[in-house]
């Protein structure tokens, strides 16, 4: 290992704590998982990441470096880990497939020979999380070695698709979910009312004015997002029925074609032409069974999650409920200069901590993120009391 630089030391020592925080977290699933063939994809891939802390390790010990000890996972994996432990692992799926994503990527262009090979790994993990959303745990075993046959239909896709769509960036998924929208709707909850109360302040000192416009801006504004949410979820869920619905009309219509066209989607998976035919015809014996694959595999659906209007109308109520409350309360609690300044840091704080929280889905600095929302919501913030200060008077 002569000749190697600091800089490359630091990306080892950099890419054996990443494998490390992987180690931990895949442990904790798997301990925290009931369903044994979910906890054993788990260790599984957990073995998969000490093999390549050890590829780090090594070449660290080989270049003389001393290798540091085991320390506490970063708060972004505690957090995942939290989140497991409460709601269950699979509500930590998104989180997790970008938190793989952004491994995969930092790997991405280091010039080491054993790279090539993790990479593969971490693509191999992706198509585990595939088969496990799929609700198919028998399809992450396959990844092990078990023919296609045996592979559930409706996880057929996750293991053998290799499309650019599938090996790249697979971890874009992580764009949507119930974390992801809980976080957003508490910032717009918080950055809306924060704005319009500290506007309202600006132009009255009367406690009164500024607690009922604050009320009214967090009702108005949770029905507003929760109505949006509904309309939208139902006109998407309402979408997708129809088109399952022509899906089935289809294969009731004109089955011959419909197991041809299945045939064909297997074959450009790589699947031989008789196993293509013989897997198509199997599935058309089943009409809900091939309808199924067919929602999936064509329109990119899954048909047991369509999404629940009425809970994400709920949860979008709630999470701008809780932001609005922030800058809200103090003025409920106390008046004057003191319901400012507290209203005001305790609006800077949540502001932080909900730009920390973005980061857990961006992999960002946690720092960077929260000083940036900070930024944001404080500039609304003094736009509006500037604004309301120039109509009314200044608070006293």
Do not use: C
């Not at 406690?207 to 109505?227: E, K, Q, R, T, W």
């Not at 609006?347 to 929302?373: D, E, I, N, P």
């Amino acid at each position: 290992m002569a000749g190697v630089t600091p800089e490359e030391q630091e990306r080892s020592l950099a890419n054996l704590k990443l494998e490390r925080d992987a180690i931990a977290l895949y442990d904790r699933l798997a301990a925290l998982e009931p369903e044994p063939r979910r906890a054993a994809a788990f260790r599984s891939i957990a073995a998969n990441e000490r093999r390549h802390a050890e590829i780090w390790a090594e070449r660290l010990r080989d270049d003389g470096a001393t290798v540091p000890p085991v320390d506490g996972p970063r708060i972004r994996i505690r957090f995942i880990v939290l989140v497991a432990r409460l709601f269950g692992t699979s509500a930590v799926s998104e989180m997790v497939r970008s938190l793989e994503g952004d491994e995969e990527d930092a790997y991405t262009g280091q010039d080491v020979p054993e790279v090539a090979g993790i990479i593969e790994d971490e693509r191999n993990h992706a198509r585990i999380w595939r088969a496990l959303d799929a609700d198919d745990p028998e399809a992450a075993a396959a990844l092990s070695g078990v023919v296609p046959q045996a592979i559930g239909p409706a996880a057929m896709a996750a293991t053998t698709d290799t499309s650019p769509a599938s090996t790249e960036r697979w971890h874009v998924s992580g764009t949507s979910g119930t974390l992801r929208a809980s976080i957003f709707g508490v910032s717009d909850g918080l950055v809306s009312n924060l704005s319009l109360v500290m506007g309202v302040v600006g132009a009255t000192s009367d406690n009164a004015i500024i607690v009922l416009a604050g009320v009214a801006g967090l009702l108005a504004g949770a029905f507003s997002m929760a109505a949006g949410e509904w309309v939208s979820m139902q006109s998407q869920r309402e979408l997708f029925e129809r088109q399952i619905d022509l899906e089935r009309d289809e294969l009731r219509i004109m089955p011959e074609q419909e197991e041809a066209e299945l045939a064909r989607l297997y074959q450009r998976k790589g699947i031989p032409e008789a196993d293509a035919r013989r897997l198509a015809h199997h599935l058309m014996q089943d009409p809900e069974m091939a309808l199924d694959t067919k929602v999936r595999e064509e329109l990119g659906l899954d048909p047991d999650q369509l999404g629940s209007p009425v809970g994400a109308a709920t949860g979008s109520f709630l999470a701008f409920v809780v932001g609005a409350a922030v800058p809200l309360i103090p003025f409920l609690l106390a008046s004057g200069t003191v319901a400012f300044v507290a209203s005001l840091t305790a609006s800077m704080v949540a502001l932080f901590l909900v730009g920390a929280g973005v980061s857990l889905l961006t992999g960002k600095s946690a720092w960077r993120s929260g000083l940036r929302q900070m930024l944001i919501g404080g500039l609304a913030a003094a736009v509006t009391f500037a604004v309301g200060s120039l109509l009314g008077v200044n608070i006293s």
